[in-house]
């Protein structure tokens, strides 16, 4: 499935999920192939991280060791823009020499010129679009939930392809399903016809955790 | 750890042991040792599987100690696959009781008359050696058993499956977990061939009786290795992604950076990757139950590994790493993890180098012997490998014969061996050590250790165009005397980033040996390690041409950037130029 080829298309249905936060991992899958979000575009690596994720900037300097735009590897988060269609990706640490080497400013960098990303864009106008987040190993972790909870944007089938593969652990942490604001039965995630395209999901998990 | 086996297989009327001293060979270990072996007492040009060549296996210099990470043992012969000196090391339990039992190392000489097949025993009362043609043609998973019902279940064994006996190219040395599984390889090389053409099956260690190696300055030794421990689990990579993830955590970002080969090198990226990342498989193994954190040998504080278990729960394999998982997986267009784990199984159990088989399998679906994203056609082949067939034959002996049997242009070596999991178009600066390395394509030559505190050859400007030469010459001298400690090469992540981490992993080995080593002497080991291997290589008949990629890389560009190897011949040429 082409995340990225869908990008023009807009979302046509919106789903709200009320889950257990023991499901939290059920999700992380999606943020492997990539979810988009609809923000503010036009604006460099560091301010959309910090506008997506609520995160500080020594979360970035920390946590968030290999940043590549559009498969090349950032080096300087405050000049690579983030446009709409464009494919952010977040890792953790990552290890071997190419670990190393794919690291934001690495010492190695002349290992890995070829594909170390250059912004060729001197402006590029803000507005509000839709571009792909992919998060890696720990920061699916740190991350994800955050983006699950304000909403993220992607393909239908996608969406029905998981609810598929996880339908017994979402049948055990789900307890509300709303597509459009109507509330569903749980088996309506996975056999709804009338949603195609693409879909805005949000995941609440605090208020599952009330109800139980 | 003051003696030497020597294991003359082709005395008459039985294989004859000798226990030697170390004499000439002082202070070295793992690699460091193997090299200076093979080096000095290996004519250069003989052939591989001749009695002339030797089979030597050291333990580090730290092994058998109370040292972190100090259990990698290292195997060393000139190579029949790229004709050129080897050194390919493993973890497992074998080097740590190997040292503990004194031995620096074991050297198996000479070549048996007949097609006898023996076994060794080495224990505290000695080594012994004996015929044991019952072992014939089997899988290394059952010869350990059959070891086990023998010798009891606290022994360790290093021992060949069917490939390393049929003597093929790709075959691997086996080494046994902690579980007593052969599932740590040292698989490059077709080290396994060469101990097949000395007629050892199997070397039975057992160290009932033992110690712990004692330090020097046993306080000194201590609070050493209690900070390179804490630097290890401080560490981002030591102590958080290998543990939860294992290697495989890397295939999800190489193949968004597009440097993740695909199809035979034909694409830098893999639509399937995200079902067969690190990710997925430690979600997968702890779905079933097996373990996604788990350590290869004892005082393994990483524990990269873990056990993977089939869809019915049942233990299938050790968790494939990083190299296996993308050579049968996307360098073959297979994203079943199942699949790959079972190639794994197979590759370790008729005793194969998965990176090889992987390459191998690739030129093979080139060749249009079987489909990209063929699982089961894939599977079916390393059967044959095991029974021997012709065709078994031919993938056994690696991807540049078999490219060569069906008429393949793209065949992806370096001196004959198959390339790692890395597209040199995409991070050329590993291309380079890929092409110089004295071992063929291997991504461990050149490691992430800490080049700029250890100075070699001065602070490297990794901003300058010529970066990559330096950077990987340093790499390469680093990694030379990592490999000679018996430290498995993956705390090169903490020493890269924390200094102090660097200094207790040399204040560990001062305090064990009574030595006062400094940075210095631990490059000057490194740079006369890579100058024996070259200069074995030469005399083997080595050229600078033979330090080169295959062409393909300078012409086809890489998708999804486009990219090509534009590293030129005078600047890899360099590479050595110390």
Known sequence: MNIQGDCAERETSKIKLYMKTEARSMFFMLF?????????????????????????????????????LDGKVVDDIDRAIIKEGSTLALSGAMPGLVGATMRTHSAYESFRRAITYQEKENFYPERIGLFTIKLFNVLTHELAPTLLKKGIIL?????????????????????????????????????????????????????????? | MDKIIRINMAAEPAPEVKITDTKGYEGLGGRGLTSAIVFKEVPPTCHPLSSYNKLVIAPGLLSGTMAAMSGRISVGCKSPLTGG???????????????????????????????????????????????????????????????????GEKISCISIGPAGEMRLAAASVACTDIELRPTRHAGRGGVGAVMGSKGVKVIVIDDEGTKMREPKDRERFRQANAKFIEGLRKHPVTGEALPAYGTNVLTNILNEAGGYPTYNFKEGRFLGAAKISGETEAALETERGGVATHGCHHGCVIRCSGIYHDKDGRYLTKQPEYETVWAHGGNCGIDDLDKIAMLDFLDDDTGLDTIEMGVTIGVAMEAGLLKFGDA??????????????????????????????????KVPVVKGQGLPAYDPRAVQGIGVTYATSPMGADHTAGYAVATNILKVGGFVDPLKPEGQIELSRNLQIATAAVD?????LFIAFALLDQPETFEALIEMINAFYGLKLTADDVVNLGKNILTMERTFNRLAGFTKEHDRLPDFFKREPLPPHNVTFSVTDEELDQVFNW
């Open chain 1, 32 to 68: 492997q192939q990539g979810v988009q979000v609809k923000t503010s575009v036009g604006l460099n690596v560091r301010s959309i991280l910090k506008n997506v994720f609520d995160i500080t900037d020594e979360f970035i300097e920390r946590r968030i060791s290999t940043i590549l």
């Open chain 1, 155 to 212: 393909h239908t089938e996608q969406l029905k392809e998981m609810f598929l593969e996880k339908e017994r652990i979402l049948s055990k942490y789900l307890k509300k399903a709303c597509i459009d604001n109507n509330e569903v039965k749980p088996t309506m995630l996975i056999h709804y016809d009338r949603y195609k395209g693409m879909c805005l999901m949000e995941i609440d998990f605090s208020e599952a955790e009330n109800d139980s």
């Open chain 2, 85 to 151: 000196i080897k050194e390919a090391n493993a973890g497992g339990q074998p080097s740590q009781m190997l040292a503990r039992l004194g031995y620096a190392a074991i050297v198996i000489e000479g070549k048996p008359k007949g097609d006898d097949l023996y076994k060794v025993l080495i224990n505290k009362d000695g080594v012994k050696v004996e015929k044991d043609n019952s072992l014939k043609m089997l899988g290394n998973y059952e010869t350990v058993e059959r070891m086990k019902k023998e010798f």
């Open chain 2, 376 to 409: 089961d056609g894939a599977i079916e082949l390393i059967k044959e490998v095991k029974k021997g067939t012709p065709l078994g034959r031919i993938i056994g002996s690696g991807a540049l014969v078999t490219g060569r049997v069906f008429g393949v242009e």
């Open chain 2, 484 to 488: 000679s400690t018996g430290m498995c």
